[in-house]
């Protein structure tokens, strides 16, 4: 045991412990998304290919964050900085395209995501009924939206893209309740760094939602 919390009595050394978590955990939220503000400053001019690239490293560095977990907290915090980093650069493009277009939808969905996670979290967080079944059903969920965003590359469905991104909004309201009532429960410092990164990837999806709704369901 972390002698922190060694002499405490059980619950106070719970309590302190779930501070401790939600404090670290939100702080790495903090620090990953000005890392991805400044993977997008630096990816602004890059192309397609540089971004995809970007993208498959993001994901490296996320899988390889659940091997790293329990050896190095050093090296997880690493990998989360990079995976905020080349997450930055990876949406930079799409980001570049809506500043062009319509800055103020890029603004408005900032605004909006902020509202959104803030009261789905509070929610998630305060709950004391078992969110579980519902992540089940979320990812699930999500991987129909996958395919149905397939489907809208190739056929022309009227207010599709409106569709598509209000269900994924509904079905990331649900994971940010998990993500954060985890947050809660959860004692294990070690952890702060994943749930971090998961916290990161629900706000992240919600922004780009936004946006899609805001320039009025572009592709």
Do not use: H
């Amino acid at each position: 045991m972390d002698e922190t919390y060694a002499y405490r009595p059980a619950g106070i050394a719970a309590r302190d412990r779930g501070r401790t978590l939600f404090a670290q955990t939100m702080g790495y939220v903090a620090a990953t998304t000005a890392l991805f503000a400044f993977g997008a400053y630096l990816g602004r001019n890059i192309g397609g290919l540089g971004a995809f690239l970007a993208w498959l490293g993001a994901f490296a560095a996320l899988i390889a964050m659940q091997f790293s977990v329990r050896k190095s907290r050093q090296t997880t915090v690493g990998l989360l900085a990079v995976f905020g980093l080349l997450m930055g650069v990876a949406v930079a493009p799409t980001i570049v395209y809506y500043a062009a277009t319509d800055p103020q939808a890029v603004w408005q969905a900032g605004a909006a995501t902020a509202l959104f996670v803030a009261g789905f979290g509070a929610a998630g967080y305060a709950t004391r009924r078992d969110l579980s079944a519902l992540a089940r059903i979320c990812f699930w969920a999500l991987l129909a939206l996958i395919l149905f965003g397939i489907v809208l590359i190739f056929v022309n469905i009227p207010y599709g893209s409106l569709i598509y991104s209000i269900l994924g909004l509904v079905i990331f309201a649900g994971f940010i309740m998990f993500d954060f009532q985890r947050l809660r429960r959860s004692r294990d410092i070690e952890a702060a760094p994943l749930l971090a990164a998961a916290i990161f990837l629900d706000i992240l999806n919600v922004f780009l939602f936004f946006l899609r709704i805001f320039r009025g369901g572009s592709r």
